[in-house]
């Protein structure tokens, strides 16, 4: 079976720096991929390749089936993936509601079914509390949860997630794995994750790629990366087990 | 800056606005003259700030030029009036594909080539700058010696060439008040609205919930100039005179966006309050210099210097969001609508 999302050799210098060099790896239809590794590994490079924020130098990226390495962020958006921000970017000055409703207008164009597709993402994530107060006031865990909600809103096939734990209690981290968990049984859907938080990644995901130095390291079931000695040296060192 | 347009007005706002609009509508009954052409300049300043308003304070692009779009809206149908005797109602749709298109380059050349921010604010000054500099050198609409309509006998009003008494102009830009701020508010609460409301806040996220930014900036940047261009029109067929040399200037762009700036960029009534202070106070300083015999230079250029400097320090968001809580007209949607 095809995956949904194939990486195949995506390479990005910036001015010299190889942030990521030859990069592949697959993320099925239908799976939750984890994608870890020290700071400044190329996690986040690697998600702006695919969002479209940056254009690979080299390799190609396709998403169920169709070439989208040099396509802009709103044309892979509307191919149907969603992303989330690790420096989360709340249109500040408009309503939780608002926010949610602009990615909701990916899906229908009226806005009167907008809203009530927000209604519903903004529920599920536990906003609704705040559904009318400025996104600028939110705390940086509700910040976070609004970036999910955004992206949710657009129904992406495939959800791009950039260290949304980061930052969030461990009741909050369980209640944020339970929901993806739930739209990964009951939707569907796709998801690939990068994530520091070793509790999240290792209850979602069941396959994971370790990125070192912008390459592929190890990849594999959680358990097995974890005990992979490369991947100990460079990452979690002895302590972490 | 909150959106205080969004989701059900209350119905005491709807009143109140009634009650203001049937004022607004007796007014010339009742006021002399000079009132109604200090209300003439009030409606046109409201009316200009709410396009420039659109573009800058819903979209975020900021534009210095928008005196370009006058000018143009105003030579273009002034111009087919005087020499082919067209009627302003036709002569309009000229100037707006005029300034449309005019609009629509300057877009292009930004958004394609990713000019932004101040160098985009540049770019539009630099093309009313062209303008200023080629309608000086153009004799067909007069060049720098002015271009003039002929002058209106004021006891009849002809609304169908727009030669008449300040009391037509009064109703005419009275509509086109009203107009730009139901069209605003229509716009605001539509798919487009939404999407240059984050485009605003963050183009980068904007982008990434699938919105394709050249075509937005495209559309408000087309549709504010075309707005604008209206106003050069009845600018034209008001003052019955254009130079390029006033009308293309830098302190013309600079006036027009004076009133959103003060009354509150991005809200729909900062540019109809803003207009309303700044032109009565400043003709009531007027009014004063002239009561105490005093006649100094530039004063209502040094009084705005006060009004955006008191504004920028006390008010920054402008004095309509205060003044709307002060009012309770700010929609307090929170506690009128349970959940979501």
């Keep these: 079976m095809a995956a949904l999302l194939e990486i195949a050799g995506i390479s990005k210098n910036f001015s010299g720096l190889k942030a990521v060099q030859n990069v592949s790896f697959n993320v099925p239809e239908g799976a939750i991929v984890g994608l870890i590794g020290p700071n400044g590994a190329g996690k986040t490079t690697c998600f702006n390749l695919v969002a479209g924020v940056y254009r690979p130098e080299a390799g190609e990226i396709r998403l169920a089936g169709r070439r989208i390495d040099g396509w802009r962020p709103d044309q892979i958006c509307r191919a149907g993936l969603g992303r989330t921000f690790q420096l989360v970017k709340p249109f500040a000055g408009l309503t939780v509601m608002e926010n949610v409703v602009v990615g909701a207008l990916k899906q229908s164009h009226s806005v009167r079914a907008a809203k009530q597709i927000a209604a519903r993402v903004v529920e599920q994530l536990g906003l609704q509390s705040k559904c009318h107060e400025p996104a ?59 994530e520091h938080v070793m509790r999240a990644v290792m209850a979602l995901s069941r396959h994971v790629v370790v990125l070192h130095h912008g390459q592929v390291i190890a990849a594999g079931a959680p358990g097995e990366v974890t005990r992979d000695p490369a991947v100990l040296e460079c990452y979690l060192g002895e302590d972490a087990l | 800056m909150r959106a205080p347009w969004l989701d059900g007005a209350p119905s005491r706002e709807i009143i109140l606005l009634c009650l203001l609009l049937a004022a607004l509508i007796l007014f010339p009954a009742l006021a002399n003259d000079y009132l109604i052409t200090v209300l003439i300049l009030i409606f046109y300043f409201a009316y200009v700030g709410q396009a420039w308003n659109l573009m800058m304070g819903f979209a975020g692009q900021l534009s210095l030029g928008h005196a370009l779009y006058v000018g143009l809206g105003a030579y273009a149908a002034a111009a087919l009036y005087v020499h082919f005797g067209i009627s302003p109602w036709l002569g309009l749709w000229v100037s707006v594909a005029v300034a449309a298109g005019t609009g629509g380059l300057i877009g292009f050349l930004a958004f394609r080539f990713g000019v932004a921010g101040v160098y985009f604010a540049i770019l539009t000054i630099a093309f009313a700058e062209f303008a200023r500099l080629a309608f000086d050198h153009w004799s067909w609409v007069g060049g720098s010696a002015g271009f003039f309509l002929p002058v209106a006998n004021y006891a009849k009003n002809d609304l169908v060439n727009l030669r008449g008494s300040p009391t037509m102009f009064y109703y005419v830009l009275l509509a086109m008040t009203v107009g730009a701020f139901l069209v605003c508010h229509a716009l605001l609460r539509s798919r487009a609205g939404y999407y240059w409301l984050a485009i605003r806040e963050s183009p980068e996220a904007a982008q990434a919930l699938g919105i394709n930014l050249f075509r937005y900036r495209m559309y408000v940047v087309v549709l504010s100039a075309a707005m604008t261009s209206l106003g050069g029109v009845v600018f034209a067929f008001y003052y019955n005179n254009l130079f390029p040399e006033q009308v293309f200037h830098i302190s013309r762009s600079i006036e027009l966006i004076l009133a959103p700036i003060i009354g509150g960029i991005g809200t729909l009534f900062g540019p109809i309050i803003g207009a309303f202070l700044l032109t009565a106070l400043a003709e009531g300083l007027d009014e004063i210099m002239r009561t105490a015999g005093l006649d100094i230079p530039g004063v209502k250029q040094i009084f705005y210097g006060v009004c955006l400097l008191v504004v920028v320090m006390f008010l920054p968001d402008g004095v309509w969001p205060p003044l709307a809580k002060v009012l309770q007209l700010d929609g307090q949607r929170g506690q009128d609508q349970p959940g979501c």
């Design chain 1, 136 to 194: 600028g006031s939110l705390t940086l865990p509700d910040r976070k949860r609004l970036e999910v909600a955004r992206a949710l809103a657009t129904a992406p096939r495939i959800l791009l997630l950039d260290e949304v734990m980061a930052g969030l209690r461990p009741t909050e981290t369980d209640r944020m794995v339970g929901l993806f968990k739930d739209l990964n049984a009951r939707l569907g859907l796709t998801i690939l994750m990068i």
